[in-house]
């Protein structure tokens, strides 16, 4: 089973870029993606079925805004959008499919770095997700949490980490946060778990010349429960072509969707 997550940045956009004609050669089972910034009535052509996916979205009230989506070869047994929270599903946020005993969720955090009010609206939902995670990690299904979530956990997960710690995605507090997430909640970030290399990022600003440069964040994750997460075989950031200022992250296993 493969899987590919990305922040499209407008999945118009990435359309444009290539993204739909890149895909089908990806050999992909499962293909989660965020920040669509699109209305249902946009999602049409390509876009809605490439490559003969079964897709299914979660988009924001507010037009050209978040939104999420998953694409998958296998059609899911059951779909829920959402997490129940009016004021975070009002923003498009959470998409979760399920596939008999493994459910993959397309997640989008908010990111706080446009002013205090939107960092406020990151902790609001960093709040009320930690015990829908604690119930997923007990739920007993195994769970593949894919996608932004605006947090660089580690200094190894940016490159400018000590002129960065009180800016949002990097704040003491957030990685406190996603600690928890992994020691007490018992989830694995995947690609961490195979490639311990520095400078390994998902995500360049657009400012100055921070992709030539590789002055980059990794804040775009597959995050999953242990047994699945064992199962991961291969990790790799594809950086060949650009779709978005994020870069596919796409990771093997060894199971059968």
Wanted: net charge neutral.
């Amino acid at each position: 089973m493969r899987i590919i997550t990305l922040n499209v940045n407008g999945v118009r956009s990435a359309a444009s870029k290539g993204f739909f004609r890149w895909l089908p050669m990806q050999a992909a089972d499962i293909v989660c993606v965020q920040e669509l910034k699109a209305q249902a009535g946009d999602i049409t052509g390509e876009i809605a079925s490439p490559d003969r996916y079964q897709s299914y979205f979660h988009c924001a009230e507010k037009k050209g805004y978040s939104g999420v989506g998953i694409y998958a070869r296998r059609q899911p047994d059951n779909v829920m959008e959402g997490v129940g929270v009016p004021e975070i599903d009002a923003e498009g946020r959470y998409l979760r499919a399920d596939f008999g005993p493994l459910s993959v969720i397309s997640i989008y955090f908010p990111s706080g770095s446009s002013g205090e009010h939107r960092q406020a609206a990151k902790f609001f939902f960093m709040d009320r997700f930690f015990p829908m995670l604690r119930n997923l990690a007990d739920c007993g299904r195994e769970i593949i949490l894919c996608g932004d979530w605006n947090i660089a956990h580690k200094e190894i997960d940016l490159k400018n980490w000590r002129s960065n710690q009180k800016n949002s995605g990097f704040l003491p507090e957030e990685r406190l946060w996603l600690s928890e997430v992994f020691q007490d909640l018992g989830f694995i970030d995947i690609f961490r778990r195979i490639n311990q290399q520095p400078e390994q990022y998902t995500w360049w600003s657009n400012r100055g010349q921070a992709w030539a440069k590789n002055v980059g964040w990794r804040i775009d994750y597959q995050i999953a429960t242990p047994g699945i997460a064992a199962r991961a075989t291969a990790v790799s950031i594809y950086k060949t072509e650009r779709f978005s200022d994020h870069s596919p992250l796409i990771i093997d296993y060894d199971y059968n969707l």
